[in-house]
Nanobody, 118 residues
C-alpha cells in the first residue's frame, strides 16, 4: 500500500535548522515527483518545494531550503536552514503516483509540525 510518513519536525529558534524526512512505502520514489507543502493556522496550504529529475522551490524558501532524495532508502529530505518565524507550519509531503491505467493519484503524509520561536 502507498504510504508517506513525515518526520523531523520540532521546535527551533529563528535562524536554526531542521531536516525533515518523507519516507515512502508501496511505490518507488524514482517513479514519482515528491512535493513538500506546508500549512500554517488560518492560511492556505502553500507549495514550497518538489523533486523529480530536478528540484524546484517557492520564492519564500529558495536559498534556505534544500530538497534531496535517497533512492536506496526511498526517502526524500527537506533541509531547512535559516528558519524564520513565518516558517511555522505543519509540513506535508505529497506523491503523485501513476497507476497501471495511466492516471495519477495523489498521496499525502500526515504531516510534521515545525515551530520557529524564540
Amino acid at each position: 500500500q502507498v504510504q508517506l510518513v513525515e518526520s523531523g519536525g520540532g521546535l527551533v529558534q529563528p535562524g536554526g535548522s531542521l531536516r525533515l524526512s518523507c519516507s515512502a512505502t508501496g511505490f518507488n520514489l524514482i517513479d514519482s515527483p515528491i512535493g513538500w507543502f506546508r500549512q500554517a493556522p488560518g492560511k492556505e496550504r502553500e507549495w514550497i518545494s518538489c523533486i523529480s529529475d530536478r528540484t524546484y522551490y517557492a520564492d519564500s524558501v529558495k536559498g534556505r531550503f534544500t530538497v534531496s532524495r535517497d533512492i536506496a532508502k526511498n526517502t526524500v529530505y527537506l533541509q531547512m536552514n535559516g528558519l524564520k518565524v513565518e516558517d511555522t507550519a505543519v509540513y506535508h509531503c505529497n506523491a503523485d503516483v501513476e497507476n497501471t491505467l495511466g492516471s495519477v493519484e495523489g498521496f499525502w503524509g500526515p504531516g510534521t509540525q515545525v515551530t520557529v520561536s524564540s
